[in-house]
Nanobody, 118 residues
């Protein structure tokens, strides 16, 4: 089992920056994908960005050039640097771990609220 704990959300103005963190309860080994998803009120959860165990990165078009996903294995932590925030980025942001090695297992954090005012 892995617990994921997000932090770093908050209320900011359009154009500001935030950095989200997601710390795992233990080191992650093998083949896996970690990512950030978000869910705005009344909408489905959507992919923001992912990073694989071999450091392949993918972004949703809506955040390309503004958000940066990264990982620090020494701290078991995933980051999402969010720059040039827009009101439409307002959502609850969730951290996800999809572990593929040793059997497929899917883990989610509890979410952190990001609110961007215009």
């Amino acid at each position: 089992q892995v617990q994921l704990v997000e932090s770093g959300g908050g209320l900011v103005q359009a154009g500001d920056s935030l950095r989200l963190s997601c710390t795992a309860s233990r080191s992650i080994f093998g083949i896996f994908v970690m990512g950030w998803y978000r869910q705005a009120p009344g909408k489905q959860r959507e992919l923001v960005a992912t990073i694989t165990s071999d450091l392949s990165i993918n972004y949703d078009d809506s955040v390309k050039g503004r958000f940066t996903i990264s990982r620090d294995n020494t701290k078991n932590t995933l980051y999402l640097q969010m720059d040039s925030l827009k009101p439409e980025d307002t959502a609850v942001y969730y951290c996800n771990l999809l572990q593929i090695s040793g059997g497929r297992r899917d883990y989610w954090g509890q979410g952190t609220q990001v609110t961007v005012s215009s």
